[in-house]
């Protein structure tokens, strides 16, 4: 058992508690942006990318306006005709029909050639990087569920490898997260790892569920749904392999709130054999649960708001 976070009351990253708010700490974002840009979506990458080229294309627009004599063939006070030809000149178009004339247009032309070598060579950097960093495909099930295995009670939780290739020595690990009182007065963010009844497989192909035992050394031995959700727990899952298509390991994460802990529930099977002796699995039912009991219903973590309503 370690200490999650400080003396004072502190939230997950992930959970209901909100963000953590950091004090103190010295930000570099320019130091960061690489990593920023790398870690990025594509799209947000994209209009980056855009955003870059057009304040990059207008500055030097706006130094060619004021160069007006410096353009053959551009309209006199035309910022759309200066415009255009830092656009050209940013892009090396041949086709033209404005050229630089004077030695101060065409040292603006050889800045801004500069600044376009630069930006090509940074860009294509950051896209290849993107293109060849490994992204694993792992899918988690929405929910886990706490059901009865072997005659003992169980966390469980399911994963499936989305791609065609192998996961090769894979390894899962689980974290419980949550407040613990320490005082009268302090409460603290504690971590408490949880064994796996097969926390490791030789071979990740297609679907594995972990199970946690919940036994009498368990963390959540005697815990009902409800002091979860009191707790604010939360249950950290961290998956690490070798991908054989990739040649390359690879990590996967996923995070489950107290609400997203189902008690009394199993998960539906999803693996068949066909007549004809063929197994068949199908993920449609990756993450439906049936209640252990036909005529009782599925016990779900209450939320604040349900129990505002009690």
């Known amino acids: ?96 029909p404005m050229a630089a004339k004077t030695i101060a247009a065409q040292l603006l032309v050889g800045a801004e050639g500069f600044v376009r070598w630069f930006g090509l060579a940074l860009g294509t950097g950051i896209i290849f990087t993107k293109f060849s960093h490994p992204r694993p495909r792992v899918l988690f099930s929405r929910v886990a569920v706490v059901a009865p295995h072997e005659g003992a009670p169980a966390l469980m939780f399911r994963m499936a490898n989305e791609r065609a290739t192998h996961i090769v020595d894979a390894k899962v690990r689980v974290m419980l997260v949550w407040n613990e009182r ?37 963390p959540l031995a005697g815990r009902a749904a409800s002091a979860l959700e009191d707790a604010e727990a939360e249950l950290i899952v961290s998956l690490t392999g070798y991908d054989e298509g990739l040649s390359r390991t690879i990590h996967a994460r996923h995070v489950y709130r107290a609400d997203q802990i189902l008690w009394n529930v199993r998960f539906r099977e999803v693996v068949y054999t066909l007549p004809n002796g063929v197994r068949t699995i199908d993920y449609r039912k990756f993450h439906q649960v049936v209640p252990l009991d036909s005529g009782r219903k599925p016990e779900r973590t209450p939320g604040r708001a349900d129990r505002a309503r009690g």
Request: hydrophobic share 45%.
């Open 1 to 96: 058992m370690s200490d999650y976070g400080g003396s004072t009351r502190v939230f997950g990253q992930y959970g209901a508690g909100g963000r953590v708010i950091s004090l103190g700490l010295r930000r570099h974002p320019l130091k960061d942006l690489y990593h920023s840009l790398l870690t990025a979506s594509w799209a947000r990458l994209f209009f980056v990318f855009a955003l870059v080229y057009l304040s990059v294309n207008g500055l030097f627009a706006l130094a060619f306006f004021f160069l007006a004599e410096g353009i053959e063939n551009a309209r006199p006070g035309s910022f759309l005709d200066a415009f255009f030809f830092s656009l050209q000149t940013l892009t090396a178009a041949e086709y033209r």
């Open 182 to 218: 320490a005082g009268e007065d302090e409460v603290v963010r504690r971590a408490h790892d949880l064994p796996l009844w097969r926390g490791d497989s030789a071979l990740f192909a297609h679907t594995w569920t972990a199970i946690h035992p919940i036994g009498p050394e368990s």
